[in-house]
C-alpha cells in the first residue's frame, strides 16, 4: 500500500468525509474528520491532489488547504454526481469526488480570493437591499392606494407618496394608518440609505480592480455588472471559449438533439441566475440608445425579425462573449468598425 495521491473530500459543517488512494488506486485511507481536525491532519500529509465539490465554504478550504501545499481542485457537484455508486452516504460521495477529479474531461471551477468573495457578498447584500426596497415601495403604494392617494410608478413617485404619509394635515390618510405607514415609510429610506453606501464602496474596489475597468468599457456593462464579473469569474482561462462561458450563464439555446438532427430552445437558465440577470438588463437598456445598435447592424436586423426581449438576450450573450475574450487577454475593448 502507496502514499496517499489523490483524495476525494466531502466537505460539511462539522463532519467531513475524507477517501484517498495511491498511485495504483487502491484505497489507503477511507475515514471522517472533525472540523478542528481538519487542518492538523492535511498540514501533516504530504502533497497530493484533493478533490472537493463546489458548495458552500468550498473555496474557503480550497485555499486553507491549498496553503499546505496540495493541489485543491473544485468541481460543480452535478458533474461528480453520475460517479456516486448505488445510495447516496458520505462515504459515497468522497469516493466520487475522488473517482471524477481524476477524469480527463472533468471542468474545474477556479478557487475565489477572499477580496473576491467579499465583493460578492457585497453585491448579494446590496441585491437582498433593492429587494427590500421593492417590497415596501409595493407596500406603501398597496396600503395608500386603499385611500385613493395614488402616484405614477418609480420610486420618485414613492418619494412623493412618503411625502403624503409625513403630512400630518393630509385628511386622506387616517392616524391610526398613518403610524404604520410612517414606520415603513422610515425603514424604506434607511434601506435606501444602505443601498447607496453599498454602491458607493462598489464603485470604490471597482476603480481598484483593473479586469472590472476593462469590463465597464463594454456597452451595457456598467461597474455593477463588471464588479461582478470580476469577482465571480476567478480564472477566465479555465473556459475554453466565449461560448463555453456564455453557455455557463445560460445564455445559449437549451439542446435535445438526437439522429444527427438539431433541435434548439429557449435558453437553458444554467449557471450564474444573477450574472445573467445583470447582462440581460445590460442589454435591454443598450437597445434603448441607438448609437448602440447602430453600431451592430445585425442588432437592428434582428429587431426587424424578433421581439425585443429576444433580441435582449441575444446581445447580452455577445457582451458575455466579449467579456471573457477580455479577461483572457487583458486587451481594452475595441468598438465594431461599423461605429466609426
Known sequence: MGNVTVIGLDIAKHVFQIHGVDESGAIVVRRQLRRAEMLPYFGNLAPCLIGIEACATAHYWGRELGAFGHEVRLMPPQYVKPYVKRNKTDAADAEAICEAVVRPSMRFVGIKSTDQQAILVLHRGRDLLVRQRTMLSNAVRGHLAEFGVIEKQGMAGTMRLVAVIADAGDARVPDLARQVLASMAGQLRDVMTRIEALKCAMMAWHKQNPISQLLADIPGIGPVTATAIAATVADASVFTSGRQFSAWLGLVPRQHSTGGKQRLGGISK???????????????????????????????????????????????????????????????????????
Open 270 to 340: 444554467r449557471g450564474d441566475g444573477y450574472l445573467r440577470r445583470l447582462l440581460v438588463t445590460g442589454a435591454t437598456a443598450a437597445l434603448e440608445r441607438s448609437k448602440s445598435t447602430r453600431a451592430r447592424p445585425w442588432v437592428q436586423a434582428m429587431l426587424k425579425r424578433h421581439p425585443k426581449k429576444k433580441v435582449a438576450v441575444a446581445l447580452a450573450n455577445k457582451m458575455a462573449r466579449t467579456a471573457w475574450a477580455i479577461m483572457n487577454t487583458g486587451e481594452v475593448y475595441r468598438a465594431p468598425k461599423a461605429a466609426a
